[in-house]
């Protein structure tokens, strides 16, 4: 589960998640103000363990920090178009 809620908040950071600023301050004034990724707007997950005579360690944080990259470069593949700022917008997307 840890796995998933961190792609949800990379996905949430790639596709919505925007600082705005308002008089020179944050108008957001915590996460209440941030729209989150929906259910429906999930993809399918497949999050599947290794085994390891490791000491186990943090679980969520492996699967955020590549969201953004693994969403730019399909993108880009796809496309041709290489997005260099986040939040994507759909403006970002026309030739």
């Known amino acids: 589960m840890q796995m998933e809620s961190g792609i ?3 996905l949430t950071s ?8 308002k008089d020179g301050a944050v108008a957001q004034s915590n996460f209440h103000e941030f729209e989150l990724l929906r259910i429906d ?11 390891s005579h490791e000491a186990p360690g943090g ?3 492996p699967g955020l920090p ?3 990259p693994a ?5 880009f593949d796809a496309t041709g178009i290489r997005i260099r700022k986040l ?8 030739v």
């Open 8 to 10: 949800v908040y990379g």
């Open 14 to 21: 790639t596709l919505k998640g925007e600082i705005t600023i």
């Open 41 to 51: 707007e999930m993809p399918k997950v497949e999050t599947y363990i290794v085994d």
């Open 59 to 61: 679980a969520g944080e």
């Open 66 to 68: 590549p969201v953004a």
């Open 71 to 75: 969403v730019t470069n399909a993108i």
């Open 87 to 94: 939040p994507i917008r759909p403006e970002d997307l026309r």
